[in-house]
Structures are given as C-alpha cells and as structure tokens.
C-alpha cells in the first residue's frame, strides 16, 4: 500500500548541451567591507559599558525596594503602638 511505484523503464536524465550563449552572464564582485580593529574594539566596549550601567540599574532597582519594604515595616509597626 505505501510502497513506491517505479516506472517499467525510465528515462534517461537530458544531456545537457550549453553553448556560449545559454551561460549566465559573469557577475560583478560582492563588494567587500573592511571592519577595523577600532570599530570591533568600540563595539565590544560599548557592550561591555551598556551592560554595566545594566546591572547598576537593576541593583539600584532591588535595592530601593527592599529599603521601601524595610521603611513600610517600621511605619507599620509605628502606627500600631
């Protein structure tokens, strides 16, 4: 039931005769980008930088709410004496 069926005789694949005038026109080379040293180094720094101002944000972030809990906890206890 699922077993392929084959042809009794196949064909042949067709030979293929390229002249001069079926070829591709030669293309133009890519043109080529050169990356230096510098910029690679100002990239990577850059990342570095970013994400270091990142992290400080986010532990600022923690920080002030956990002194924000801290703060809300003594008022709390403050108001019920």
Known sequence: MFLPK????PTPP???TH???DQ???RRPALQISIGTGAV???LVGGVVLTALLAAVAVTAISVAVAAVVLRSLL???HRR
């Open 6 to 9: 084959y042809p009794d005789s």
């Open 14 to 16: 067709p030979a293929h």
């Open 19 to 21: 002249t001069v005038a």
């Open 24 to 26: 591709m026109p030669a």
């Open 41 to 43: 180094t100002a990239v």
């Open 76 to 78: 709390r206890d403050q």
